[in-house]
């Protein structure tokens, strides 16, 4: 029962406030060795995970981010054309034959490695962030199955590299593509609620320790009633620990005291043009007031 | 799980979870024997914790995606503690467990099966066409449509040889217009705008690493894959034929595209509408449209879409056209939802809206409200002409 619990505190212990699912999800993923895919809005916290789980085992964090067209030489390997050059012309006059050349130049030597294949030769299992996979294209989504089922790369002028290592995988995905079932299937899988009340306070907390503890309840309250509203895109903790630096900086100490200045702070908050508009002053000097 | 279960034999726990897994399989949960073996290997692996607990360790285990996530809780709890072991009393107990019901063959399967035999041989327009018809096949064509407009409804009202040429010509421009999306990925290519390093090193070796001959690669043009959806309900039934054409001419010259029909449900029509002999195909398509009756039910519609064909057809290369009035019967809301379900499986979409060529016409039906955020390119149809001049639009998607 001691090893299950484990992982909750010692993620609040790096910085992280994990709720029950997903510190029981992170748990899961250590103890069976299968990849993590965790959905929800932007600004969850979703990446924060895959750091901190990488702080808790205190081992190394390899990140991927996925864009589309992502294809084998930028996500494995890569030979390095200007070394393996360089390299021919050095050995010109060593009256070496081709093949010895060949073996020379693809070698390890002159291998670029690249996240993915970074991932499964380290010593220490790593962990292996692979973000917004839902960007990638479903060409890219096939691959990744491969590997992640066999844990072995194939390059065709050095051999199959087995893993040293499994990697603890994330995967994280903002939901603008479906991904396939296979993927799914494949993956221990969580969603990534925005935080309540309580957490979403402990989290600005636990960031950010000199933030006076009255102005720290009523931004969470603030940002927990102004996701209530009918917005194009909600504030996610990123934007709430943002906004929090924000008024710090503008050295206010009670969101009720300048209504005018906080207003103005509200881009830190709304990212898009209509969300912006639909929060004048007044909503903001209601919400502010009902968060105090 | 009281104590007394708890504690029980491992051979109990098993079949338990036969039973559970069974449980969510029956309720939609994709689930196989691995998943099953995976559960009993985990939860026999150490004392079982709390109840809480493994509702949670289950739940990361078995979820594959959001709604499976949010039905879980419902689902565990009714098995695992209202001890409803059947599901029939589950359904009758919490109606959750149904959103995704196990749903009859659809209606048009029988339609197509029962039309096929009809098209094929007994109808009378097949007779017109093999008849003395020395002009040719457009004439046979021809008369062969008048005579099914005759007789069935007014979907495929008669129809102009011009236009139909006309309709079927711009529908392949358009596609042509759509036609390629550049892929990112490099392939060699003869005249690329990249050198192929790793080929131009590999052949260079025999010569001494002087890289005598350079290999090049560039990206290369992948034909995006169009699915058009017209709308054939009675309020749209004034440019259904038309539009038919113009479904026809597209699906027929653009081999990655797939085409359906709906008013009530959505029908698959791709392989009817490839039918090399219009009239059949089009007698088929009409015999497929009408076996529904009623008004239009776009998010039902596109709901079907989303659950049945999406994952199989539909990819980051995709471009879905709507070809639909916007009157809808069903739900806004609905409609909302499965367009931006929809979203998530194509590339864009693209709607096209007859009556926005008409004087004074203002697209505010709550349907069309509804669908606007979610529409990438919004454009009138309702002449050949409006049809043309989406070409450029059409081409910078």
């Not at chain 2, 010509?169 to 042509?176: K, T, V």
């Not at chain 2, 392989?271 to 008004?295: I, K, P, Q």
């Not at chain 2, 989303?306 to 806004?332: E, F, Q, W």
């Not at chain 2, 955020?373 to 910078?396: G, R, V």
Request: aromatic share 6%.
């Amino acid at each position: 029962m001691s090893v299950i619990n484990d992982i909750g505190p010692k993620l609040a212990a790096v910085g992280y406030i994990a709720d029950d699912p997903l510190s029981v999800a992170l748990q899961l993923t250590v103890d069976l060795a299968r990849p993590l895919l965790l959905e929800g809005e932007a600004g969850v916290g979703k990446t924060e995970t895959a750091k901190a789980l990488a702080k808790v085992l205190d081992t190394r964090l390899i990140r991927l981010q996925c864009y589309e067209g992502l294809d084998a030489t930028s996500t494995i390997y890569e030979w390095n054309y200007q070394k393996q050059l360089l390299a021919i012309r050095a050995r010109e006059h060593d009256r070496l034959s081709s093949s010895a050349i060949e073996k020379q130049i693809f070698s390890e030597d002159f291998l670029l490695r690249r996240p993915l294949l970074e991932a499964i030769s380290q010593e220490k299992s790593p962990v292996l962030l692979i973000d917004e996979i839902d960007r990638a294209d479903e060409e890219f989504e096939a691959y990744l199955l491969e590997l992640l089922s066999d844990f072995q790369v194939t390059i065709p002028e050095l051999g199959t590299i087995e893993a040293t290592s499994r990697p603890y995988v994330i995967l994280t995905s903002n939901g603008t593509r479906e991904l396939s079932d296979a993927l799914r299937r494949r993956c221990l899988y969580s969603y990534v609620e925005f935080p309540d009340h309580q957490r979403e306070h402990d989290i600005v907390r636990a960031r950010l320790p000199d933030l006076e503890a009255n102005l720290a309840s009523e931004i969470v309250g603030f940002v927990q009633n102004l996701r209530k509203e009918d917005l194009e895109k909600k504030p996610g903790i990123a934007e709430t620990l943002d906004w929090a630096a924000a008024l710090v900086g503008m050295e206010v100490h009670s969101l009720l005291d300048d209504p005018d200045k906080v207003t103005s702070s509200m881009i830190c908050l709304l990212k898009t043009e209509s969300d912006l508009k639909s929060a004048p002053r007044e909503l903001v000097s209601r919400l502010a007031g009902k968060a105090a | 799980m009281t104590p007394s279960q708890t504690s029980a034999p491992p051979a109990l726990l098993s079949e338990r979870i036969i039973d559970f897994t069974n449980h969510m399989r029956a309720n939609g949960f994709t689930m196989g024997p691995q998943e099953c073996i995976t559960i009993a290997h985990h939860l026999s692996s150490k004392p079982l914790p709390t109840m809480q607990r493994v509702r949670l360790e289950l739940k990361t285990l078995l979820a594959g995606d959001r709604q499976e996530w949010l039905r879980f809780d419902d689902l565990f709890e009714a098995y695992w503690i209202k001890s409803g072991r059947t599901r029939a009393s589950l359904q009758q107990k919490s109606p959750p467990h149904i959103t995704r019901p196990e749903r009859p063959a659809p209606l048009w399967q029988q339609h197509l099966s029962d039309n096929r035999p009809e098209g094929d041989g007994k109808t009378p327009q097949i007779e017109v066409e093999t008849g003395d018809q020395p002009a040719g096949e457009a004439s046979g064509r021809l008369i062969a449509a008048k005579h099914s407009v005759n007789r069935k409804t007014d979907l495929k009202n008669i129809v102009d040889p011009e236009e139909i040429r006309a309709a079927e010509a711009l529908a392949l421009q358009l596609a042509r217009a759509m036609r390629y999306r550049l892929s990112r990925r490099y392939k060699t290519a003869k005249k690329g705008n990249r050198l192929d390093l790793r080929k131009t090193i590999r052949s260079a070796l025999p010569r001494g690493g002087e890289p005598i001959e350079l290999f090049r690669r560039s990206t290369r043009p992948r034909p995006v894959h169009i699915i058009v959806f017209l709308d054939v309900s009675g309020s749209m039934k004034h440019y259904s034929r038309f539009f038919l054409q113009f479904v026809k001419g597209l699906v027929c010259a653009w081999l990655h595209s797939d085409a359906f029909v709906f008013h009530t449900r959505l029908v698959h029509v791709t392989d009817a509408v490839r039918d090399r002999n219009s009239a059949r195909a089009m007698t088929r398509l009409a015999l497929m449209a009408e076996g529904f009756g009623g008004g239009t039910k776009l998010g039902e519609c596109l709901g079907q879409f989303n659950r049945h064909y999406a994952r199989k057809m539909a990819n980051s290369r995709t471009v879905a056209i709507v070809l639909s009035d916007g009157y809808d019967t069903g739900a806004p809301e609905k409609l909302e939802a499965e367009l931006a379900r929809m979203k998530k499986h194509v590339r864009k979409l693209i709607w096209l809206n007859p009556l926005l060529g008409w004087k004074n016409y203002a697209p505010i039906t709550a349907a069309m409200l509804a669908a606007r955020p979610h529409i990438d390119y919004f454009a009138a149809a309702n002449t050949l002409e409006s049809l043309a001049a989406l070409e450029p639009q059409l081409a910078q998607l």
